[in-house]
């Protein structure tokens, strides 16, 4: 029997996750719910939206009249919904410490399996999933989580490595996107902003779930929209040749290989591609490697890569329901997923 | 019969032509020519581009073995195919006096109908054509030019007013995006540039479709990729209230009517509306006029639209060949074209 | 006799007109007063800073543990300091709002003259002042406003031509920057948003000064630091040549014309003019008009001109000093405060 | 006898080296020469600039017309005053690869001292010299390089580590500001550019004043253009504590430490900071540490610093001078240089 999913939040990831779901054969999607009604609900649920045809609950009650005022049709709310037994999982994707709330105060009461997003801690689930890295471990668990964009980034990278060769030490300095493209509210304009921690939060984000890495990470904050730059240097526990992280990366499913020799000079070509082969909103769900910039001296790699902040994490979400229920092996579920996204690769 | 249409040029708007075209089921796209491989041509021709099956023109022979060398099959010149007479109109699409060089060196010769983009002068053609204002002159025209972005959403706007109002005088302020998103190189990054023409080109560009249009314009350029914005002020002949605006506008197609109290408070947030319906390369083929700060004073109308470089000339390329070869009537042509481009008015 | 005056608030504009006030003669900067510890105000009354022998005054008495713990040494509060007789006229570079606020709370109770900013509602004040206009009305006035930074830049060009020419009718669309360079939190990276008000305040605050101008404003902001841009379309009520209008911009005081055929072809080569002649923050007292951008049609003139949102406001303020007390005529004070500031001209 | 210094190129560089020079006492500004007018020369030359008492040459006798059409008095040409033995050394400030062409063509016919700047190769120069680091092997020598800015922020902090504790390895990764503040026509806008070189030339330049150090950089541009942000990995020969890493920042002239929770969060509150204390020009020749972000576990130090492209040379180039000649020892002219600049430390 198919899970019955429930999208929490409709929100970048909740908008995005909720689509994906509808376009696989081996889940269901049962509804969205979120708390109040705004222009990102409004275009999704239009007639001319991807959920056009999707039933919307309201997460909190009180706010079923804003959304009727705004036009929307409420189908329930989240708590009858699940009540009434009508949800296998629900992927939350509110705002970040929203779905911390929401387990204690909603999720535990009706003994509803959830995902959450990578703005929870950690503590929140009882294993934070990796599709490449721990897939087999989730089955029968109640709570999982799924991290973040730029840990997603490398955790795919350097588990490709890892598995391969072994890593002495990574070191990363992130380069990050100050806001998505929707938002205006948001700088700076012309200024660049360290990340208030050092080392910041996303090396031992990626421990979660490669707990023995060795990696401290830095970052900054650059009046950018499109996406994540990461630069990185690793160090391996062997020696290798360039030709065989090349390898190690091609082989992985979502990491795409991109060249600056061929004009993909920066993000804004990257992204181009996406638009160019009409991606839906250009969602680059693979992390882009620069084939050209990656660099090689003994033990130690040295490369660049891309993060599309507001879609990279999506085929690992689809992959938890398939893993949390059992329904199929790992690389089946990589491979379905895949080819639903319509990756490259 | 359909008329054999060939794109030359495959940049912004060619590429985007071709996928119009083929999206018709009353001409038939041969090929696209161009003159030199990149990576924008990679990317639409590719496996995954909607390019993929159409055949592929040198438009210049020397650059056939670069072609070849980055893994391009070329089927042909453009002078070739010209000569066997497999082409009825050529939408040229080459950068800026490109077009017209074209004209002189090779469309002359093969006497081949040719519809020119904005970025040539008004002298190239007989006429520059809009939709709305004189589709029925373009019958029978061998040189047609269909003018640049700015220019037609002025013209969709200002002919709804004027034909229903009459217009005495439009002051309009163009702040204008200084580059498309995919291209990193130009700046500026933390300036305002104005237009070094004051008035600026944009207002006599105008009158080569209305000529009898009393506009004067002004622009600046700023660090921005998204999209251009006008600010209008418009005597009309005739007091008016909002609502008759309102209404001209709504009852035009290719006029999109959003509200800043709808969260739409910036051209980013109608973009996300685009990317949020899935509509490819989230292209804007509509003008999108801010509802409610829409202002009326008597005769005078003030209002603010907004103007997707990249994909607001689109439909008007697409009806322009329809009116050449007078397929269809005007009325007839814009819901065709609106229809196949998923238009949602 | 000297008036004593203090500054409140140490802002953009308050740390201006605090250092503006120390280089006249004739007048006395008694301290500086503001709400709480923060990094300019640690910058300013540093040993570096051009304030460090300034007495420091708590606004709110509750904050003066913070400034010590912070190292400031705090000499009173703002209310003992007015208590005591100690100060002639306040001038009020608060938030927008909190002058209001003042003058009911303090200002009222101890009788002091106040110079209220152009972020207070003009009702705030007996007259809202400009140094061309009205600089004879304020003697004697106690409460007096100073309009903000579009609003005088507006006020100087058009008052320049509407003495000589007369004016019929005034649109100015307006580019504002979206945020001072010193803040990197505030939006938009890649949008442009239109004022949520058409037509825009600007208007209507001109008219406080000038009030039988027939003005409508428009505005959009960009994602830009260091200047507002203007687009004017200006009726006049007679015919004019294009020597004329720079004539008449040639003389009068803080218009400055600058050349896109010199070079200046953004707001950034102008900026970089003042940053090369060493103006201390690199600070644009005068309004700039690109002469060569300037275009005159019969009755009709256009034109572009810049305005630097820091400092165009800051010899306004001085000039407001003179006239509320009347100590000197308006062309000796604007000579004056020219020459103490280094302006060009 | 004062070595007479003429500074050859008036760019961002050359306009700051000549009037830093003027602010010494043991040196002499015999003129600037350059190439043709343009804004920056007019700006720096005007009555209101820095350099409005200095004689201008042509280094191009077929501009001289060109410079008195545009209203600048030519007191000669390059190659006349230095046939005429009137200077000791030039700073040559051209833009990068002309310094050498300079060399073959100019320089070494007149066996004038030459000290070139960064975008020089290395090895147009005899060394590449540093004030803390080589000082005293200058003397003597004829041609000498001064790095550039990104070189120069490394050969500080690093320097003042490996003196004290000894270096093993460096990672530094760099976020470039994309374009100087004056200049709208360089990009990206919305984009992250990633080097297309990995390793970045960064780590070998270096090296030229460093050899022994082991380096490896990466680098991306950003779209902004106040100043460069680096990142920094540096694992040391032992363990130090913060504070001891601290210490050392704080004993070495030309590095100043900021905070982030003193509200210097960015690139723009720290720039803020050297407009409120009236730096000209805004110049920032420290290389500023946020001393909050600066991390220690075992031997492995991590911290970000910030760095004024426009500025940050200047010192050493004023050192190179005295060093060149032997005027005085390392500290005294360290003290000199920075004393005339206003530094803060």
Sequence with gaps: MKPRVLVNGLGTIGKRVAHAVLLQDDMKL??????????????????????????????????????????????????????????????????????????????????????????????????TFNSFVNFEQAKGKRYIRVPSCNTTSLIRTLHALDERFGIESVFAALVRRAEDPHNPSEGPINATVPDAHVPSHHGPDVKTVMPNLNIVTMAVKVPVTLAHVHMLSVKLKQPVEKKDVI????????????????????????????????????????????????????NNVYWSHMVHQEAIVIPENIDCVRAMFGITDKWTSIKKTDKSLGMIK
Tied chains: 1, 2, 3, 4.
């Excluded at 009858?80 to 105060?105: F, M, W």
């Excluded at 499913?253 to 804004?268: E, H, K, N, Q, W």
């Excluded at 992204?271 to 769900?285: A, C, K, S």
Aim: with cysteine; hydrophobic share 40%.
């Design 30 to 127: 049962v509804g969205v719910a979120t708390l109040r009604p705004n222009f990102v609900v409004a275009n999704v649920m239009s007639k001319h939206g991807p959920l056009s045809n999707v039933d919307l609950y309201a997460s909190d009650p009180s706010y079923i009249s804003a959304f009727e005022n705004a036009g929307f049709k409420v189908k329930g709310t989240l708590t009858e919904l699940l009540e009434n037994g009508k949800v296998d999982v629900v992927i939350d994707c509110t705002p970040g410490g929203v779905g911390e709330q929401n387990k204690q105060q909603i999720y535990e009461k009706y003994k509803v399996n959830v995902i959450f997003e990578g703005g929870e801690k950690a503590r929140v689930a009882e294993m």
């Design 247 to 298: 390898q190690a990366f091609e082989e992985t499913p979502r990491i795409a290989l991109f060249r600056i020799g061929d004009g993909y000079t920066s993000t804004a070509e990257v992204i181009e591609f996406f638009r160019d082969i009409l991606r839906p909103r250009y969602d680059m769900y693979e992390v882009v490697v620069w084939e050209d910039l990656l660099n090689v001296e003994g």
